[in-house]
């Protein structure tokens, strides 16, 4: 031992200077997935534990990866990675099953608009609001990621109703070619808007609610290595998530509910790490982060996924029913209709977080009893 080393020194946490928690969850993770799905409802309990776990560690290494790349790059790496391997599963889950999938990609899509523009946002707003009575953010920018929202939530999730090439809530394989090509266009055009041409429209930085200011600057191998661990933890949370769906499917039949819930409750699941980033950064006065990660993950899930299953779609020869029933329809409206009023001004209160929270409630009402 090393009599000259430091208290500050002996005190580092190992593994590249990470917390021995945040490596060792998800790891531990990663083992449980290895075991495979759940046999009873201890087996589920552990797994539901070591899921918080991984998610909690996702958090942690988003937030060092932020502070190392600075905004809005940290929100959009969390945002990219979660919706990445988010599209993953549901492309293996429709080559596995086929034509039962056909409406996985369409409630995928709107549950996640749901959780991130009310759930999220909505929690986001009252928590900040209760602390800090009132918070700012930049307009322009979340002004921009909302059209781009809205357009992207139209033309796949709404638009297919109205179509005539093809029968029912389906497009036909040109029209999917299409809007394959626009949605991925404009989330590319979104991430070059948000990380170059116009990156400071999606900051707003305010010096004494920085919670890193104060803090010494992260080390290049250890953003490398929390890179590298949060990819693990976001891979273990998405399948256990997964893992976890049987018995969830089994619970929700359990109290007769709709299986739609199901689905709702695997989204928040696999959105759950970008939920507490966004709300850890809310309580820290830093809405603008927390507007930044909803909107970026409600455009990535659509940008990205919808280009991915319209592929297995067309080399399969498989149909996706992307259009929603007349309800959620009304219900997107209205989000996207609220949206556009609650974060046109520039700052939120507690206000706009109850209106957002309400209509996520009904959302979820609605499902389980429609």
């Given at each position: 031992m090393n009599a000259s080393a430091s208290p500050a020194e002996s005190a580092r946490p190992p593994f590249f200077g990470l917390s021995l928690w945040s490596v060792a969850a998800p790891?531990?993770?990663?083992?449980?997935?290895?075991?495979?799905?759940?046999?009873?409802?201890?087996?589920?309990?552990?797994?539901?534990?070591?899921?918080?776990?991984?998610?909690?560690?996702?958090?942690?290494?988003a937030e060092v990866l932020a502070h190392y790349l600075g905004e809005p790059f940290g929100t959009l790496v969390l945002a990219l990675a979660v919706t990445i391997i988010e599209c993953s599963l549901i492309v293996s889950i429709m080559l596995s099953e086929g034509g039962q999938a056909q409406a996985l990609a369409r409630d995928t899509l709107i549950a996640a608009i749901m959780i991130t523009i009310n759930g999220i946002v909505g929690i986001c707003l009252l928590a900040g609001g209760r602390r800090h009575h009132e918070q700012r953010y930049t307009q322009s920018g979340v002004s921009a990621g909302l059209a781009m929202l809205a357009t992207l939530s139209v033309l796949t999730l709404v638009l297919p109703n109205y179509t005539t090439s093809a029968s029912g809530a389906f497009y036909s394989s040109q029209q999917l070619v299409f809007v394959a090509i626009v949605s991925l266009l404009i989330y590319g055009t979104f991430v070059v808007a948000q990380t170059i041409r116009h990156r400071d429209h999606f900051l707003h930085h305010i010096p004494e609610a920085d919670d890193h200011a104060h803090e010494a600057p992260v080390p290049r191998i250890k953003a490398l290595a929390s890179a590298a661990v949060l990819i693990v933890a976001l891979v273990a949370v998405v399948l256990l998530a997964k893992n976890l769906s049987p018995m969830i499917e089994a619970g929700v039949a359990g109290i007769g509910a709709p299986a739609a819930l199901v689905g709702i409750i695997i989204a928040a699941l696999v959105l759950?790490?970008?939920?507490?980033?966004?709300?850890?950064?809310?309580k820290a006065n830093r809405v603008q982060t927390s507007l930044n990660l909803a909107i970026g993950s409600a455009l990535a899930t659509i940008g990205l996924t919808i280009p991915a299953v319209a592929i297995v779609a067309l080399v399969l020869g498989l149909e996706l029913e992307l259009g929603l029933s007349m309800r959620t329809t009304v219900l997107l409206a209205l989000t996207l209709l609220v949206a556009t009023l609650t974060l046109g001004r520039g700052r939120t209160t507690v206000v706009q977080g109850v209106i957002h929270l309400t209509i996520f409630a009904t959302y979820l009402f609605t499902t389980i009893v429609p």
């Open positions: 790891i531990l993770a990663v083992v449980a997935v290895a075991l495979g799905k759940p046999e009873g409802l201890a087996s589920a309990l552990v797994i539901g534990v070591l899921l918080g776990g991984a998610i909690l560690a996702a958090v942690y290494h759950a790490p970008e939920g507490f980033a966004a709300l850890r950064a809310a």
